[in-house]
């Protein structure tokens, strides 16, 4: 899988990594098993005293952790912090709330026939995790929080080119007191993966990735009668309606679009603008975003931030060679980057068609697509004409209004005058090509446990 560290900024190789040996995977695979029947036992209390020690120790060592999201990935310094912030809260929401999402819940009716009828939530066994590079730490602990505190293990899989992220999030659990086995990273090549979905001691898989990565994923874990959970691409619409505030739909279409370097799930990819003000947005939009300066991720002036590796810049900018070939426009806004780096110039395409291939497509960057639409059920419309279905924000002072528009656009998350984000204690999660299932918040504990009927019927029940 050659997994290594390349500093995107210089395009440097800092360091490599061995890939993980099979005898090693079994080994390890062996010690994950062997920890789950205790740790499946195990009490909340002492469950949450491990995942509350490790969100203390991220906090404590913010920095420390933050640097290597900067150094592997890209990740502007400020943002790198923020992101160790959010997957400790995740931590402490899961080792605060577990117990009581979990608790035996009494069915409906039971008591009425005389029988003594209840669901109680277990544990699987070994959940295996494949996760990407674009939140190193978030996307960990949005499956470690709430599987281990349900009594589950975890192994990962993590993206090759933030190796030193997967490690260091291994280590903190190690640091915070858990056995060995209870999260375990592997620097698994694919031939690996594929043996580990099928291993029968893996009962359940947890997905966040590339829609082609997941369709295959799927298909491999389906024959093996696996539960899996999935979080793909997504082509988020920020419809901005005639009656929105301009100045702050204005500041968070930037944000949606550039947090992260552009390089995030539910960025606010497709902006779609109703024509009444669609020329005084534009304008506004393209002078905020060339106020982002391009440069070191380290420094806390920079804006923007090189790509998280040079064959996802060349990719994207390949994308937008593609559409303007089909008939778009592009224009470059701010500052050019610099000439070493995986950087990609911030750009926002405009005169997009439906012939266009890049109607339909992801575009994972700094780059924003620009749509004029005559009215609200025209934004409606062309939000929902796109095969993604992760998030999507509207922008109106009527928030009445706003509600009936979310209700009416095809996604797992519809944001009112934000744009879409994530918090711990709101689920997350898609539809259509962008996935199913549910992370975080209640939603997210309940992915990967057996809702187990108990149904205590009298003694004296007529036979």
Known sequence: MAYKTVNPYTNETIATFPDLKDGELQTLLDQAETTYKSWAQTSFADRAKIIARAASLLREQKEDYAKLLTLEMGKLKREAEAEVDLSADILDYYAQNSEKFLAPQKVLGGAERGDDAMVVSQPLGIILAIEPWNFPYYQLARVAGPHLMAGNVVVVKHASIVPQAAAAFEKLFHDAGAPAGLYTNLFATREQLEALIDDPRVQGIALTGSEGAGAKVAAQAGKNLKKTTMELGGSDAFIVLEDADLEKSVKWAVWGRMNNGGQCCVAAKRIIVVDKIADTFFKRFSEELAKLSPGDPSDDATGVPPMSSQSAADQLNEQ?????????????????????????????????????????????GPVA???????????????????????????????????????????????????????????????????????????????????????????????
């Open 320 to 364: 937008v060679e593609d559409a303007v070939k089909h008939g778009a426009t592009a224009h470059r806004v701010g500052p050019a980057p610099p000439n070493k780096g995986a950087f990609v110039q911030t750009t926002i395409l405009t005169d997009i068609t439906k012939d266009n291939p890049a109607f339909y497509q992801e575009f994972f």
């Open 369 to 463: 697509l620009f749509f004029r639409v005559k009215d609200e059920d025209e934004a409606i419309a062309l939000a929902n004409d796109n095969p993604y279905g992760l998030g999507g924000s509207v922008f109106t002072q009527n928030t009445e209004r706003g509600v009936d528009v979310a209700k009416r656009i095809s996604t797992g998350m519809v944001y009112v005058n934000h744009p879409t984000w994530t918090r711990p204690d709101l689920p997350f999660g898609g539809i259509k090509r962008s996935g199913y299932g549910r992370e975080l918040a209640m939603m997210g504990i309940e992915e990967f446990v057996n809702k187990k009927l108990i149904n205590v019927v009298p003694i004296d029940a007529p036979a």
